[in-house]
């Protein structure tokens, strides 16, 4: 059974920033792609940024600018650095990968980091 654990998330004012990271764990072959999403009450799940095995990225364009995706195969792990942030970045952020066993591919979920952003 593969693991995504997070961490990094807390409470920052405006302007702030914080390091989300997501460390995978268990049995697997390799790690295909990485993604962050988030979720604020009330709203859907949205897509933040991805990054391919090779380290192609791509972000929404609410975070463009001002978050850089990244990772370290070595490790397993995939980095959000946010930086300006600002309150409407509050929420619930998830990572996400594709990974690759001796069989298939399969998507996996963390548990969620909370990021709060005040005023």
């Known amino acids: 059974q593969v693991q995504l654990a997070e961490s990094g998330g807390g409470l920052v004012q405006a302007g702030g920033s914080l390091r989300l990271s997501c460390a995978a764990s268990?049995?697997?072959?390799?790690?295909?792609?990485m993604n962050w999403y988030r979720q604020a009450p009330g709203k859907q799940r949205e897509l933040v940024a991805a990054?391919?095995?090779?380290?192609?990225?791509n972000y929404s364009d609410s975070v463009k600018g001002r978050f850089t995706i990244s990772r370290d195969n070595a490790k397993n792990t995939v980095y959000l650095q946010m930086n300006s942030l600002k309150p409407e970045d509050t929420a619930v952020y998830y990572c996400?990968?594709?990974?690759?066993?001796?069989?298939?591919?399969?998507?996996?979920w963390g548990q969620g980091t909370q990021v709060t952003v005040s005023s």
């Open positions: 996400n990968a594709d990974v690759r066993d001796s069989i298939s591919v399969k998507n996996y």
């Open positions: 268990g049995r697997f072959a390799s790690i295909n792609a």
């Open positions: 990054i391919s095995r090779r380290g192609i990225t």
